[in-house]
């Protein structure tokens, strides 16, 4: 099993490689666990972002991804959404 120190770079690698295209800003590791079967570690991961026709003005929005790496080979399952409550 990878440790939480692997698990975190390898979110980070597939995070940065996912969205390469976009201008994401301030990209930061926020949680990360291990599932109770023991079989993913759960990854909250945060960036900044520009909302749609924000023409370049600042106005950044926090926005945040939920990742799923495999506990044994650092392999990216899922990666979706997270909405802040």
Same mark, same amino acid.
């Given at each position: 099993? +990878? &440790?939480?120190?692997?698990?975190?770079?390898?979110?980070?690698?597939?995070?940065?490689?996912?969205?390469?295209?976009?201008?994401?800003?301030? +990209?930061?590791?926020?949680?990360?666990?291990?599932?109770?079967?023991?079989?993913?570690? +759960?990854?909250?991961?945060?960036? &900044? &972002?520009?909302?749609?026709?924000? @023409?370049?003005?600042?106005? @950044?929005?926090?926005?945040?991804?939920?990742?799923?790496?495999?506990?044994?080979?650092?392999?990216?399952?899922? +990666?979706?959404?997270?909405?802040?409550?």
């Amino acid at each position: 099993m +990878i &440790d939480i120190k692997t698990a975190s770079q390898a979110a980070m690698r597939h995070f940065k490689e996912i969205f390469a295209d976009d201008p994401f800003e301030r +990209i930061h590791l926020e949680e990360i666990e291990l599932s109770e079967d023991g079989k993913l570690w +759960i990854v909250l991961m945060s960036y &900044d &972002d520009r909302p749609s026709g924000s @023409l370049g003005l600042d106005l @950044l929005q926090r926005c945040h991804k939920v990742m799923k790496i495999d506990a044994e080979t650092g392999a990216l399952l899922a +990666i979706k959404a997270y909405q802040t409550k």
